[in-house]
C-alpha cells in the first residue's frame, strides 16, 4: 500500500489537567472516509485542531504523504492540503460568500481576484454539486447552507484532506442525506475525509474504517463499520454496555403543574393558543412537535420569563400565573433551558459561578448580602464529582467546557435542590449515547421520587422511552395527548404535520 | 437677520469647512481602519497631540515643512503599535490600554516641548504650509476657490478617502482587515495573521492620527499649544459610529461636523454677540450626541470590537 494521505503519530496535547490527548495514532488514506468517534470530551475536536494547526501538540508528529510536516498554524495546514469544517463554523456573517471564500487568497494586481474566486466556485460547484450564491452575506444562509460554504472554503484551498467536526449535530435529517452524497462524491475523486460523530447509525452508514477515542487515547479501530453493530462500538466508545433504562410502572400523584388555557403573545417565535396540559407527581409528560410550533413559548411560560396573555397556571394547586422566575424556583420548579450556552450559563464566568446562578442570593450561597465563595465551589466541587464533569476544576471558565459537560452541569444545578416539577428543552441534544443514557437515568429517577417532568423535544424515540404520557405541539396548540403506551413514532410523527388531532384534550 | 446670514454664508465658509474637516478625516479614517480589525485606540487624543508637538518641532528645528509631517506620521505609526502592542500582542483591555496611550502621550508631549522651547510667553511659531492653488479647478467659481485653494495636506485627505475604500473593500488585505474585526477565528483558520493584520491596521491607523497631528500645527495654527487637539480625537471616535465604520460615511460625518463647527464660529464672529460665546461652541458637540443618538441605534459596530484573540481558547 502507497504511503497515507494523512499520518498522526503519538499526538499527545495537554491542557493545564487535563489529557485531551495521549499518544494517538491515526491515518487517512486517498479516498478513504475516516469516521473518529468517542464521547463528548473525548479528545476529537482537540485531535483535529491539532492536525489543522490551531493547538499546538506536546508531543507527536504529523505526515503528509510519508513526509513529516510541521504544522504550526493553520495557513500551514492548508499549505499542506488540509481542510477542516469546524463545529462552531468559521464564517463572518456581514461578509459575503464570495468574501468568506477570498480570505487569505492572495489578490491579482493588488486587488482581490473577484473573477478568479467566481470561476473557482463555479468549478466546485460542478465538481460535487456544491453551489451557492456568492453575493449573499453569511448572514442570509441557513446553517446547512453555512455548512456548505465551509466545504466549498476547504475544497477552494485546495484540500486533499477534508476534517467535518460533528456535521450532522446541526442539520435537519433531509440535510443530511445531500451532505453524504457530497462527501461520497469527494471520496470518490480521492479526497480523504475525517468525519466526526457519535452518532453510530450515520458513522455506520457513511465511513469505511473508523478510530474510537476515550479519555484521549485511542480505545479501539473498527476495519467494517458497516458490519458492526451500534452497540459494539457504543462499548468501545463508553468502555461498558450501553443498556437501555427501563421505565418502571408506577401511579401517579396529584397534578403537580397546570396549565389553562394559556396563551400569549409578543415573543420570538410561535406564540401559544389556548393551550391547556398537566403534569402530575412521578410522572413524565413528553411534549412532541417540529421545533418551532411554540415550545419556545411554552418553556418561557412555565420557566416565569414569559408572563401569559390569558390562562391560569398552577403549581401545586396554587396559582402562579404571574410569578417572576424567582418566586417559581422557590416553590421548586427546576429548568434546563433549551440553549445551554446563551441562556443555560455564562460562559465567561467560572463554572461554579453558573452552577449556583439561579439561587445565588439564598441561604445556600451567601451571608448577609455577600457571596460565600468556600460554599459555591464546594457545592460545584461536590456536583462536579457526583456527575462525572469533566473539568479542570469549578473555576474553570464555564465556556471552555464540551456541550455533555455543560449539561451535566445544569442537570446537577436543578437536581441539587430536588425540584417538583422539571421543564427541559431538548436535553440531550449533542450528546453522545453514554451521556445521553446518564441523563435519562436522572430523569427517571427524579419521577421516582415523585417529581413531574416535562420534556420538551424533536427525538421521538426518546420521548416514547422516557415519557408516560406525550402531547403533540402544532402551530402554538395542543394537537392532542396520548398515553405513551398508545403512541407510535409513526402516529405522533402524523400529529406532528397537524393531519390528525387525537387524544383526550383537543 | 439676513445681513447675519450673509456673513456667515461667505465664499470662506465652504473652505472654512473644508480645513476643518481635513483633521478629522485623517483622525477618523485612522480610527476606522483600528476598529474595523476590532481594536478601539482610545490613545487618539494622545497620539495626535504627540505628533502634533513632534511634527513642529521637527519643522520648526529643521526647517522643512514635509519633514516634520514625516516625523508626526512616524510617531503617530509608533504610538499606534505601542497600543497594538498592549492591546494585540499581548490581549490587555483596549479601554484601559487606550487611555493610557493618550495620557501617556499627552505627557509625553507637554513634557519634550518645555524641554526643547522652555517657557516662552509667545508660543514660537512656524512659517506653515501654504494654499496651493490647483491650475484650472482654483478656477471654477465658488468651488474653486474653496476646495481647490487649498493645502497640500486638504488634497491629500480628500486622496485619502476613497483610497480607504479601495483598501478595505477591493484588497485582500482590506478583506483580511474586515474579517478579523467581524470573526478572527475565521481569519486564522483561512490562513490569516490576525496578530499581524491587526498588528498593521493599528499602525496605519496611528499614522493616519499623526497627519491629523501635523495638520494642525503646520496648517491650520502653525504653532503648539496645549490645546491643539481639544476633543478632535474624541470626536473622531465618535464619528467613526456615526459613520458607520464606513470610509465614505466616515468622511460625510467629518464634513458634517466641520459645517456645524464653521457655522459655530461665523454665528460667534456675527452680530448674535448678545449670546455668550461659550453656546456656540457647545453647538457641534450637541450636534454629535445628538446626531450619535439617532444614527448609533442602526450602527452595527465589528462583531469582534473589543474582543482579543487567544488560539487555543474557546
Ligand atoms: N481550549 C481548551 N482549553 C482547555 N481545555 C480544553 C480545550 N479544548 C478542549 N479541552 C478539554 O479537552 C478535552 C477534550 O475536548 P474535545 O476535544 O473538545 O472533545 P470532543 O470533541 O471529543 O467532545 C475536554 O476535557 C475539554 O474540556
Ligand atoms: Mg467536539
Given at each position: 500500500?502507497?504511503?497515507?494521505?494523512?499520518?498522526?503519530?503519538?499526538?499527545?496535547?495537554?491542557?493545564?489537567?487535563?489529557?485531551?490527548?495521549?499518544?494517538?495514532?491515526?491515518?487517512?488514506?486517498?479516498?478513504?472516509?475516516?469516521?473518529?468517534?468517542?464521547?463528548?470530551?473525548?479528545?476529537?475536536?482537540?485531535?483535529?485542531?491539532?492536525?489543522?494547526?490551531?493547538?499546538?501538540?506536546?508531543?507527536?508528529?504529523?505526515?503528509?504523504?510519508?513526509?513529516?510536516?510541521?504544522?504550526?498554524?493553520?495557513?500551514?495546514?492548508?499549505?499542506?492540503?488540509?481542510?477542516?469544517?469546524?463545529?462552531?463554523?468559521?464564517?463572518?456573517?456581514?461578509?459575503?460568500?464570495?468574501?468568506?471564500?477570498?480570505?487569505?487568497?492572495?489578490?491579482?494586481?493588488?486587488?482581490?481576484?473577484?473573477?478568479?474566486?467566481?470561476?473557482?466556485?463555479?468549478?466546485?460547484?460542478?465538481?460535487?454539486?456544491?453551489?451557492?450564491?456568492?453575493?449573499?452575506?453569511?448572514?442570509?444562509?441557513?446553517?446547512?447552507?453555512?455548512?456548505?460554504?465551509?466545504?466549498?472554503?476547504?475544497?477552494?484551498?485546495?484540500?486533499?484532506?477534508?476534517?467535518?467536526?460533528?456535521?450532522?449535530?446541526?442539520?435537519?435529517?433531509?440535510?443530511?442525506?445531500?451532505?453524504?452524497?457530497?462527501?461520497?462524491?469527494?471520496?470518490?475523486?480521492?479526497?480523504?475525509?475525517?468525519?466526526?460523530?457519535?452518532?453510530?447509525?450515520?458513522?455506520?452508514?457513511?465511513?469505511?474504517?473508523?478510530?474510537?477515542?476515550?479519555?484521549?487515547?485511542?480505545?479501539?479501530?473498527?476495519?467494517?463499520?458497516?458490519?458492526?453493530?451500534?452497540?459494539?462500538?457504543?462499548?468501545?466508545?463508553?468502555?461498558?454496555?450501553?443498556?437501555?433504562?427501563?421505565?418502571?410502572?408506577?401511579?401517579?400523584?396529584?397534578?403537580?403543574?397546570?396549565?389553562?388555557?394559556i396563551s400569549t403573545s409578543g415573543h420570538a417565535g410561535?406564540?401559544?393558543?389556548?393551550?391547556?396540559?398537566?403534569?402530575?407527581?412521578?410522572?413524565?409528560?413528553?411534549?412532541?412537535?417540529?421545533?418551532?410550533?411554540?415550545?419556545?413559548?411554552?418553556?418561557?411560560?412555565?420557566?416565569?420569563?414569559?408572563?401569559?396573555?390569558?390562562?391560569?397556571?398552577?403549581?401545586?394547586?396554587?396559582?402562579?400565573?404571574?410569578?417572576?422566575?424567582?418566586?417559581?424556583?422557590?416553590?421548586?420548579?427546576?429548568?434546563?433551558?433549551?440553549?445551554?450556552?446563551?441562556?443555560?450559563?455564562?460562559?465567561?464566568?467560572?463554572?461554579?459561578?453558573?452552577?449556583?446562578?439561579?439561587?445565588?442570593?439564598?441561604?445556600?450561597?451567601?451571608?448577609?448580602?455577600?457571596?460565600?465563595?468556600?460554599?459555591?465551589?464546594?457545592?460545584?466541587?461536590?456536583?462536579?464529582?457526583?456527575?462525572?464533569?469533566?473539568?479542570?476544576?469549578?473555576?474553570?471558565?464555564?465556556?471552555?467546557?464540551?456541550?455533555?459537560?455543560?449539561?451535566?452541569?445544569?442537570?446537577?444545578?436543578?437536581?441539587?435542590?430536588?425540584?417538583?416539577?422539571?421543564?427541559?428543552?431538548?436535553?440531550?441534544?449533542?450528546?453522545?449515547?453514554?451521556?445521553?443514557?446518564?441523563?435519562?437515568?436522572?430523569?427517571?429517577?427524579?419521577?421516582?421520587?415523585?417529581?413531574?417532568?416535562?420534556?420538551?423535544?424533536?427525538?421521538?424515540?426518546?420521548?416514547?422511552?422516557?415519557?408516560?404520557?406525550?402531547?403533540?405541539?402544532?402551530?402554538g396548540r395542543i394537537a392532542g395527548t396520548l398515553p405513551?403506551?398508545?403512541?407510535?413514532?409513526?402516529?405522533?410523527?402524523?400529529?406532528?404535520?397537524?393531519?390528525?388531532?387525537?387524544?383526550?384534550?383537543? | 437677520?439676513?445681513?447675519?446670514?450673509?456673513?456667515?454664508?461667505?465664499?470662506?465658509?465652504?473652505?472654512?469647512?473644508?480645513?476643518?474637516?481635513?483633521?478629522?478625516?485623517?483622525?477618523?479614517?485612522?480610527?476606522?481602519?483600528?476598529?474595523?480589525?476590532?481594536?478601539?485606540?482610545?490613545?487618539?487624543?494622545?497620539?495626535?497631540?504627540?505628533?502634533?508637538?513632534?511634527?513642529?518641532?521637527?519643522?520648526?528645528?529643521?526647517?522643512?515643512?514635509?519633514?516634520?509631517?514625516?516625523?508626526?506620521?512616524?510617531?503617530?505609526?509608533?504610538?499606534?503599535?505601542?497600543?497594538?502592542?498592549?492591546?494585540v500582542a499581548l490581549g490587555l483591555s483596549q479601554h484601559?490600554?487606550?487611555?493610557?496611550?493618550?495620557?501617556?502621550?499627552?505627557?509625553?508631549?507637554?513634557?519634550?516641548?518645555?524641554?526643547?522651547?522652555?517657557?516662552?510667553?509667545?508660543?514660537?511659531?512656524?512659517?506653515?504650509?501654504?494654499?496651493?492653488?490647483?491650475?484650472?479647478?482654483?478656477?471654477?467659481?465658488?468651488?474653486?476657490?474653496?476646495?481647490?485653494?487649498?493645502?497640500?495636506?486638504?488634497?491629500?485627505?480628500?486622496?485619502?478617502?476613497?483610497?480607504?475604500?479601495?483598501?478595505?473593500?477591493?484588497?485582500?488585505?482590506?478583506?483580511?482587515?474586515?474579517?478579523?474585526?467581524?470573526?478572527?477565528?475565521?481569519?486564522?483558520?483561512?490562513?490569516?495573521?490576525?496578530?499581524?493584520?491587526?498588528?498593521?491596521?493599528?499602525?496605519?491607523?496611528?499614522?493616519?492620527?499623526?497627519?491629523?497631528?501635523?495638520?494642525?500645527?503646520?496648517?491650520?495654527?502653525?504653532?503648539?499649544?496645549?490645546?491643539?487637539?481639544?476633543?478632535?480625537?474624541?470626536?473622531?471616535?465618535?464619528?467613526?459610529?456615526?459613520?458607520?465604520?464606513?470610509?465614505?460615511?466616515?468622511?460625510?460625518?467629518?464634513?458634517?461636523?466641520?459645517?456645524?463647527?464653521?457655522?459655530?464660529?461665523?454665528?460667534?464672529?456675527?452680530?448674535?454677540?448678545?449670546?455668550?460665546?461659550?453656546?456656540?461652541?457647545?453647538?457641534?458637540?450637541?450636534?454629535?450626541?445628538?446626531?450619535?443618538?439617532?444614527?448609533?441605534?442602526?450602527?452595527?459596530?465589528?462583531?469582534?470590537?473589543?474582543?482579543?484573540?487567544?488560539?487555543?481558547?474557546?
Amino acid at each position: 500500500m502507497s504511503a497515507p494521505l494523512i499520518e498522526m503519530r503519538g499526538i499527545t496535547k495537554i491542557f493545564g489537567a487535563v489529557k485531551a490527548n495521549e499518544a494517538v495514532d491515526l491515518s487517512v488514506a486517498p479516498g478513504e472516509i475516516l469516521g473518529l468517534l468517542g464521547e463528548n470530551g473525548a479528545g476529537k475536536t482537540t485531535l483535529m485542531n491539532v492536525l489543522f494547526g490551531a493547538y499546538a501538540p506536546d508531543a507527536g508528529e504529523i505526515l503528509v504523504e510519508g513526509r513529516p510536516v510541521a504544522i504550526h498554524n493553520s495557513a500551514d495546514a492548508l499549505a499542506a492540503g488540509i481542510g477542516m469544517v469546524h463545529q462552531h463554523f468559521h464564517l463572518a456573517p456581514r461578509l459575503t460568500v464570495l468574501e468568506n471564500l477570498l480570505i487569505g487568497i492572495p489578490g491579482k494586481s493588488g486587488r482581490i481576484d473577484r473573477a478568479g474566486g467566481l470561476a473557482r466556485l463555479q468549478e466546485i460547484g460542478h465538481q460535487h454539486g456544491l453551489s451557492l450564491d456568492p453575493n449573499l452575506p453569511v448572514s442570509a444562509l441557513s446553517v446547512g447552507e453555512q455548512q456548505r460554504l465551509e466545504i466549498i472554503k476547504a475544497l477552494f484551498r485546495g484540500a486533499k484532506l477534508l476534517i467535518l467536526d460533528e456535521p450532522t449535530a446541526v442539520l435537519a435529517p433531509s440535510e443530511v442525506d445531500g451532505l453524504f452524497a457530497a462527501l461520497r462524491s469527494m471520496a470518490a475523486q480521492g479526497l480523504g475525509i475525517i468525519f466526526i460523530s457519535h452518532k453510530l447509525n450515520e458513522v455506520r452508514a457513511l465511513t469505511h474504517r473508523c478510530v474510537v477515542l476515550r479519555h484521549g487515547k485511542v480505545a479501539g479501530r473498527v476495519d467494517h463499520p458497516a458490519s458492526t453493530t451500534s452497540a459494539e462500538m457504543a462499548k468501545l466508545m463508553c468502555g461498558h454496555e450501553i443498556v437501555p433504562p427501563t421505565r418502571e410502572a408506577s401511579t401517579p400523584g396529584a397534578a403537580v403543574l397546570t396549565l389553562d388555557g394559556i396563551s400569549t403573545s409578543g415573543h420570538a417565535g410561535t406564540p401559544l393558543r389556548d393551550v391547556s396540559l398537566f403534569v402530575r407527581a412521578g410522572e413524565i409528560l413528553g411534549i412532541a412537535g417540529v421545533s418551532g410550533n411554540g415550545q419556545r413559548a411554552l418553556a418561557d411560560v412555565i420557566s416565569g420569563m414569559l408572563p401569559p396573555k390569558a390562562g391560569t397556571m398552577t403549581i401545586a394547586g396554587k396559582t402562579v400565573t404571574q410569578f417572576s422566575p424567582r418566586e417559581l424556583q422557590a416553590l421548586g420548579l427546576g429548568r434546563i433551558p433549551e440553549d445551554r450556552m446563551t441562556t443555560g450559563l455564562v460562559t465567561n464566568l467560572p463554572l461554579a459561578d453558573s452552577m449556583v446562578l439561579p439561587r445565588i442570593g439564598t441561604e445556600s450561597f451567601s451571608r448577609k448580602g455577600l457571596l460565600n465563595p468556600t460554599a459555591i465551589r464546594a457545592f460545584a466541587e461536590e456536583q462536579i464529582k457526583a456527575y462525572d464533569i469533566r473539568c479542570p476544576g469549578p473555576m474553570v471558565r464555564a465556556g471552555a467546557l464540551s456541550g455533555g459537560n455543560l449539561q451535566k452541569a445544569l442537570l446537577a444545578r436543578e437536581l441539587a435542590f430536588d425540584p417538583k416539577v422539571l421543564i427541559v428543552s431538548q436535553p440531550t441534544r449533542g450528546l453522545d449515547i453514554g451521556a445521553a443514557r446518564f441523563i435519562h437515568e436522572k430523569f427517571l429517577a427524579m419521577r421516582a421520587k415523585g417529581c413531574g417532568i416535562i420534556v420538551i423535544g424533536e427525538d421521538l424515540e426518546e420521548l416514547l422511552m422516557l415519557s408516560d404520557r406525550i402531547a403533540v405541539m402544532y402551530e402554538g396548540r395542543i394537537a392532542g395527548t396520548l398515553p405513551s403506551a398508545d403512541a407510535t413514532v409513526a402516529r405522533l410523527g402524523l400529529m406532528m404535520t397537524g393531519a390528525v388531532q387525537t387524544g383526550e384534550a383537543a | 437677520m439676513s445681513a447675519v446670514f450673509e456673513q456667515i454664508f461667505q465664499v470662506g465658509f465652504l473652505a472654512a469647512i473644508i480645513r476643518i474637516a481635513t483633521p478629522l478625516a485623517f483622525a477618523t479614517l485612522g480610527e476606522m481602519f483600528s476598529e474595523r480589525a476590532g481594536v478601539l485606540n482610545l490613545g487618539i487624543e494622545g497620539i495626535m497631540l504627540l505628533s502634533a508637538m513632534a511634527g513642529f518641532t521637527a519643522a520648526s528645528l529643521s526647517g522643512n515643512l514635509w519633514l516634520g509631517v514625516l516625523v508626526a506620521v512616524l510617531v503617530g505609526a509608533l504610538m499606534g503599535a505601542l497600543h497594538a502592542l498592549f492591546t494585540v500582542a499581548l490581549g490587555l483591555s483596549q479601554h484601559v490600554c487606550g487611555i493610557g496611550v493618550t495620557l501617556f502621550s499627552s505627557g509625553l508631549a507637554y513634557f519634550l516641548y518645555r524641554l526643547i522651547f522652555g517657557q516662552q510667553s509667545v508660543p514660537p511659531s512656524i512659517d506653515g504650509f501654504k494654499p496651493v492653488p490647483i491650475p484650472l479647478l482654483s478656477d471654477i467659481p465658488i468651488l474653486g476657490p474653496a476646495v481647490f485653494n487649498q493645502f497640500t495636506l486638504v488634497y491629500l485627505a480628500i486622496v485619502a478617502v476613497p483610497l480607504a475604500a479601495f483598501v478595505l473593500y477591493r484588497t485582500p488585505w482590506g478583506l483580511s482587515v474586515r474579517m478579523v474585526g467581524e470573526n478572527p477565528r475565521a481569519a486564522d483558520s483561512a490562513g490569516v495573521s490576525v496578530i499581524a493584520t491587526r498588528f498593521q491596521a493599528v499602525i496605519l491607523g496611528g499614522a493616519l492620527m499623526g497627519l491629523a497631528g501635523a495638520f494642525l500645527t503646520m496648517a491650520q495654527f502653525n504653532a503648539f499649544t496645549f490645546g491643539v487637539v481639544s476633543g478632535r480625537g474624541w470626536v473622531a471616535i465618535a464619528l467613526v459610529v456615526f459613520g458607520r465604520w464606513d470610509p465614505w460615511r466616515s468622511a460625510g460625518a467629518a464634513l458634517l461636523f466641520a459645517f456645524v463647527d464653521a457655522l459655530q464660529l461665523r454665528m460667534q464672529a456675527s452680530g448674535l454677540g448678545h449670546i455668550p460665546y461659550e453656546a456656540f461652541l457647545m453647538l457641534p458637540f450637541i450636534f454629535t450626541i445628538v446626531a450619535m443618538a439617532f444614527m448609533s441605534r442602526n450602527a452595527v459596530a465589528p462583531s469582534a470590537l473589543l474582543k482579543p484573540f487567544r488560539r487555543e481558547e474557546r
